[in-house]
């Protein structure tokens, strides 16, 4: 029904928009929520960060300004072998300019390793042999005061952990010393606790062999492999210090989803309320529409009448139904009148077909009467009467053929030959007729009047009051499977929007009337659109009409016309 019909289209193009929106900002809504959670977890993994480098750097200015020290450099080379009140004297001032405290168990976190033998081990200075075997230190010998370099573990002293670093101590350019710094690593995990640690998620440290460190975890899982925590399941940000370690923030992916799944309730419970409002509206909204248009659809059901006496249709009102009944009621009316015509011209039509039945033409008195005026031509000794009759019974031999619509191509062409000499006695005119036809093709065959109506065309129409030189071309060819024709004169010719009324079978009247019409048609509805005429023309100049159409046999193109591809 049709209010059903309106009513889910109603529903369809109100619901479809709405859709999409509340996909948009269910998509929308993800997207913020991941990213409020990534910048929530940077912006504690940036403040961490921050915090522990700025620990890092005090240590790092610290050590700057130790390795630096003209008397450390100084003293840290000279022979107290023979001097022990100077070596004490140099212990207590280093004791003062590192100023750190410490206790029994846990040396000082600056500890200076000397080259010089003579110098006693003591709370802040230590032999050289104890960094025997140390990679890092090794290569810290041989760096720059500037460069730093990084134990990559953490270091265990007395049952603590710290971060190590080295710097070379050098006069001019030689080493004498390595200044071994030790930071405690719970500076740096209270930084972790304190600062960094995401809602619901946890913060650990590695290092570069990935190595876990260290990690805060305040979810309900107990991961301490870091290999288990995986962008697929967490939301990560990772940053690093400027010792070289790796400190990561991790949040689960759980928690954007329960955000997401709040949102998708929200959205869908207002789209389920927009639904059943949407679904009340359509409903009375489609009542509304054809409530009015039923009613009449249901009387015209129940009352065959309405149909055949369209004064029963009753009209009230000016709304659009009503304008439908108005336009219904006149249609029905034209329609009673157009059947009543039909009726009546069916009998009309009836009755001619008797009388034409009654006054048929029958072929054998055709020829007979022509028989006789032939004879009484000859009697008379009228030679061109004679020449005329036999032109005509040629002619019309072909043209009738017994009803038969296929001849071959020699028989239209000999056809046409009789109609040019009919019209040469008619219009008392010298038309010159040429066939430059291939003999391969004359044994084709062709409809009945392919040609035939074109050549007419040039005769009436194109050289028409032409005079002498007056002259008819008509040229034969086969190209690959298909027959060409040439037609052409040397007549007054055609405009180029005569021409393309002609093609469009909008001329009808002069060159190219219902004769060319009828080729046109046939040639389409026998060979197909592929096929069919091509008109060139110059006013002045004469007029060539190329007629294509595909070489049959007769069976075929008798095959062809019993199809249902039929002529017009």
């Not at 480098?53 to 390795?67: A, P």
Request: charged letters at 20%; proline letters at 2%; aromatic letters at 10%.
């Amino acid at each position: 029904m049709i209010k059903n019909k309106i009513f889910r289209h109603l529903i369809l193009f109100t619901t479809i928009p709405l859709l999409i929106i509340a996909t948009f900002i269910c998509i929308f809504m993800y997207q913020k929520n991941t990213k409020d959670v990534r910048d929530e977890i940077t912006d504690k993994l940036n403040g961490t960060i921050d915090s522990i480098n700025e620990t890092l750097v005090k240590y790092i200015d610290k050590s700057s300004y130790i390795i630096t020290n003209q008397y450390l450099i100084h003293h840290i080379q000279k022979d107290y072998s023979n001097d022990l009140e100077q070596m004490v004297y140099f212990m207590d001032n280093i004791n003062a300019m590192i100023g750190e405290a410490y206790t029994d168990n846990v040396k000082s976190p600056y500890i200076i390793h000397a080259y010089n033998e003579t110098l006693f081990a003591g709370k802040f200075v230590e032999g050289m042999d104890s960094m025997e075997g140390n990679e890092s230190a090794r290569r810290a010998m041989k760096a720059q005061p500037t460069e730093i370099v990084w134990e990559p573990e953490a270091t265990l002293k007395n049952g603590l952990k710290y971060i190590t670093f080295y710097r070379n101590i050098v006069n001019i350019h030689q080493s004498v010393g390595i200044l071994e710094v030790n930071i405690p690593y719970n500076a740096l995990e209270t930084k972790m606790d304190t600062v960094g640690v995401p809602e619901n998620g946890f913060m650990y440290s590695y290092n570069e062999k990935g190595s876990l460190l260290y990690m805060v975890n305040l979810t309900n899982r107990s991961i301490t492999d870091i290999s288990e925590v995986t962008p697929k399941a967490y939301i990560m940000v990772s940053g690093t210090v400027k010792s070289g370690h790796t400190i990561t923030a991790a949040t689960p992916k759980k928690v954007v989803h329960l955000k997401n799944l709040i949102t998708f309730a929200v959205v869908s419970f207002f789209f389920l309320i927009y639904i059943a409002l949407m679904l009340l509206a359509s409903k009375i909204t489609a009542q509304k529409i054809t409530g009015n248009m039923e009613s009449f659809i249901n009387k015209i059901k129940r009352n065959d009448n309405m149909l055949l006496h369209d004064d029963l249709i009753q009209i009230k009102g000016s709304d659009e139904v009503s304008i439908l009944k108005l336009k219904f009621k006149e249609l029905i009316s034209r329609m009673n009148e157009m059947y009543k015509e039909m009726v009546s011209v069916k009998l009309a039509n009836s009755a001619m077909e008797i009388e034409l039945l009654q006054a048929r033409i029958n072929p054998h008195l055709l020829y007979n009467s022509l028989s006789v005026i032939k004879w009484t031509a000859l009697w008379n000794k009228d030679r061109k009467t004679v020449e005329l009759i036999d032109a005509m019974t040629k002619y019309y031999r072909t043209a009738l053929s017994k009803g038969n619509n296929i001849i071959s191509i020699a028989s239209e062409l000999d056809m046409i030959h009789e109609y040019v000499q009919i019209n040469r006695f008619a219009h008392s005119a010298s038309y010159e007729l040429q066939i430059e036809v291939d003999e391969g093709i004359m044994d084709c065959y062709t409809l009945k009047h392919l040609l035939q109506p074109i050549v007419e065309n040039s005769v009436l129409h194109g050289l028409n009051g032409q005079g002498e030189g007056a002259r008819v071309i008509i040229k034969g060819y086969r190209e690959q499977a298909d027959i060409v024709f040439e037609v052409s004169d040397n007549g007054r010719g055609m405009e180029p929007e005569t021409i393309a009324q002609i093609m469009n079978f909008n001329f009808t009247s002069g060159y190219g009337g219902y004769g060319v019409r009828n080729v046109m048609k046939r040639i389409q509805a026998y060979y197909g659109h592929n096929y069919g005429l091509h008109i060139e023309s110059e006013v002045g100049s004469g007029t060539k009409v190329i007629v294509r159409i595909e070489g049959l046999s007769e069976q075929q193109l008798k095959e062809r016309m019993q199809s249902s591809i039929s002529p017009e």
